[in-house]
């Protein structure tokens, strides 16, 4: 592994290089197991991608009898705007690869829901946020956001094409998938940035472009979401594989 802490904005981020996909699933892992060890309630955002698909076959896997899974409340960062048994829905993936394996609680699962309208969704989950999460600054506060990064710059379901999302005034968004016109519910930059800790997971060559130009602030950088994850608290880790970070 190599880590080193990088200055972003006076902040430090810290970045931890793995061998491989499979490599960063194990390490955080490890890391997630030992962060909810040192809390009482973790109010974790979850993310949709692959990477996370691998880390939750790991943590039931390796974490399955050893994690208190019930002082976990889980909410998800973005979801797309399909029924719950839609083979693209965040939730179900969840299911698939954690929940039908190891013992969470019912009532900590806060999944945002696909099937609903997507206005009236972002509201009633911007409330939930505001009812289930503490305060900092008068902004619910996750423990920990968990985001991916897409080859586009797009992080949660924020997009470079409507950045004007990352600073609305409500906490949940109503993105547009810019392909496929697919309606997605999203937290807004300002939930992300208020979090205790942020984890981006960003494997695979197809992410090494975007790594690059927003890690070494390339000219334009500013246009990706992405970039713009600096969170309040200064804890920043991006875990990635050899893959993504080759231009590092
Ligand atoms: C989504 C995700 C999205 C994802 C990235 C990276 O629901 O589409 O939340 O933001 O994290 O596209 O995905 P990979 O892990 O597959 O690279």
Not at 165 to 181: I, Q, R
Request: aromatic fraction near 10%; proline fraction near 4%; glycine fraction near 6%.
């Amino acid at each position: 592994m190599k880590s080193y802490p990088v200055e972003i904005h006076l902040k430090v981020m810290e970045v931890r290089i793995f061998k491989d996909k499979q490599q960063v699933a194990k390490r955080f892992s490890t890391y997630f197991a030992e962060k909810v060890a040192q809390h009482g309630i973790f109010h974790v955002a979850l993310s949709g991608g692959s990477t996370p698909k691998l880390i939750f076959d790991v943590l039931a896997e390796e974490y399955g009898d050893t994690i208190d899974w019930g002082k976990i409340h889980f909410y998800w960062g973005d979801e797309r705007c399909v029924s719950p048994t839609d083979e693209q829905s965040n939730y179900k993936m969840t299911v698939d690869h954690l929940f039908s394996k190891v013992k969470c609680v019912e009532g900590n699962i806060h999944r945002i829901l696909g099937e609903a309208d997507p206005t009236r969704e972002a509201m009633r989950y911007s409330n939930l946020l505001e009812i289930n999460l503490d305060r900092i600054s008068g902004i619910p506060q996750f423990d920990l956001v968990i985001l991916g990064m897409g080859d586009d710059g797009h992080t949660a379901s924020i997009f470079p094409h409507e950045m004007e999302l990352w600073n609305a005034h409500d906490h949940c968004v109503v993105a547009t998938h810019p392909e496929s016109g697919q309606k997605r519910v999203s937290i807004n930059g300002t939930i992300i940035n208020a979090a205790k800790e942020v984890v981006f997971l960003v494997t695979g060559d197809n992410k090494a472009k975007k790594v690059d130009e927003i890690h070494n602030k390339k000219s334009g950088f500013e246009k990706y979401p992405a970039s713009l994850v600096n969170p309040t608290s200064g804890k920043l880790l991006w875990f990635m594989d050899k893959a993504a970070a080759k231009a590092l």
